[in-house]
């Protein structure tokens, strides 16, 4: 492998994608690879303001505003911490990306996608996931998950969320080669076998 690895995990608030990222984290760990974790919103200092205010402000947020901060999170954490890391030669497993921007934003609170697009694109800046694992969970399952504690984007609403899984189904559709479906709804020893098998392969391919 000559150069580092960018693998975001994709999926709905409970549905587990973060347990499975951290098992995965170990897993490649023990194989002797160079991993990084990280997240979006709210990796590094500045980010983790941002993601302050966008998981607990509780006054109003209009909608692009939220959109400006979840981009403006993602820009600093590009140019910052994940492009370095790849050049580095690591694994960067990142805890939501770009996707979650069309899913949530897009399909969930019905914002122009193709803007989102383009908005995602300066904020990434050329960098695109080699892979992308969805967590796909049916929401009654994810919103049982996710308990009483909620915060500002898990208390919207079911509605809400299952615009937002089927915005990620719609993303699938749309990026087959990148983009690969794991059943959440299974245990998860089922999900961490399901998930080292499309990561092993893709390991094997580069
Ligand atoms: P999480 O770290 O628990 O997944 O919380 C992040 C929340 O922010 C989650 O509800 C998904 C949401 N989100 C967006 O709405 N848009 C985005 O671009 C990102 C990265 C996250």
Redesign the pocket.
Known sequence: MKKGLFITFEGA?GSGKTTQLNNIKTFLNEKGFDVVVT???GSLELGQKIRNI??HYDGVVADRCEIFL?LADRAQHVETFIKPAIDEGKIVLC??HTD??IA??GYGREQDIELLKSLNEIAVNGLKPDLTMLFDVSTETAQQRVGNEKDR??SIGIEFHRKVRNGYLELLKENPDRIKLINANNSIETVFEDAKKIIIDLINRN
């Open positions: 608030d997240r979006e919103p966008l998981l979840f805890d939501r979650s921007t949530y934003q984007m898990e």
